[in-house]
């Protein structure tokens, strides 16, 4: 899909803080997402219930019946959610998606200090990619550590040196480019919100 066909949201200001509920609808990211990869990727955008997860095409899990596309749920219908899971899917190899949740096992809150650095370990890609999908969004990122219950010593993750770990790798990106399918979704969403995110990702690595 080209992104110049797209019909563009009303460009977001900061005067307009208390209207982004409206400015950023699921239906809109919805459509933008399965426009964009459904043809090529056989992959649609879902609204789940409970927890985000990966299907492959003809895979079901629990409430969620397999379908003859593959499926990017995201939790409760939350936008942040969509675009955190966008962005792993982004990620994604093509091995990687023929798997449910693409072969990882996710290790729930309330981790050892060991699972902790382990999960974020493969967390800062993905959150690179978040990042860059949400200023292109003109949406708030926040770097999740996703372990409120701490450590088994009752430690918090350090989550400044988490967030560092992430701007190191949007430098890696914006001189090495995002992977494809990534760099693709961000032009989409940026000219549909008329938002400038290259020029705000630079702006934070320096």
């Known amino acids: 899909m080209s992104v110049h066909s797209i019909s563009k949201a009303v460009p977001i200001k900061s005067s307009q803080a208390d209207d982004v509920a409206l400015v950023h609808q699921i239906t ?4 933008l997402f399965d426009d964009t990869f459904a043809s090529d990727f056989n992959t649609r955008l879902i609204k789940g219930d409970d927890e985000p997860i990966y299907l492959p095409a003809n895979t079901g899990e629990g409430k ?3 379908q003859p596309f593959a499926q990017v749920v995201f939790a409760h219908g ?9 962005a792993h899917w982004c990620l994604a190899g093509e091995q990687r998606r023929t798997q449910v949740d693409y072969g990882y096992w996710y290790c729930p809150d309330g981790r050892t200090a060991e699972e902790q650095q382990k999960f974020q370990s493969v967390e800062i890609k993905p959150q690179a990619i ?4 949400s200023l292109a969004a003109g949406f708030r990122f926040q770097v ?3 372990n409120l219950s701490g450590d088994e010593f009752g430690q918090q993750p ?3 040196a988490f967030e560092k770990q992430i701007l190191d790798q949007i430098k890696v990106y914006l001189d090495n480019g995002y992977p494809p399918r990534a760099q693709l979704f961000i032009e989409c969403l940026a000219a549909f919100y008329n938002q400038s995110p290259f020029d705000e990702l630079k702006r934070l690595v320096t």
């Not at 939350?78 to 966008?86: D, K, M, Q, T, V």
């Not at 978040?130 to 999908?133: D, F, H, S, Y």
């Open 158 to 160: 350090d989550r400044l």
């Open 28 to 31: 809109d990211l919805k459509r």
């Open 144 to 146: 999740s550590c996703d």
């Open 130 to 133: 978040e990042w860059a999908l």
């Open 78 to 86: 939350f936008y942040a959610s969509a675009l955190h899971e966008i």
């Open 64 to 66: 969620l019946p397999a």
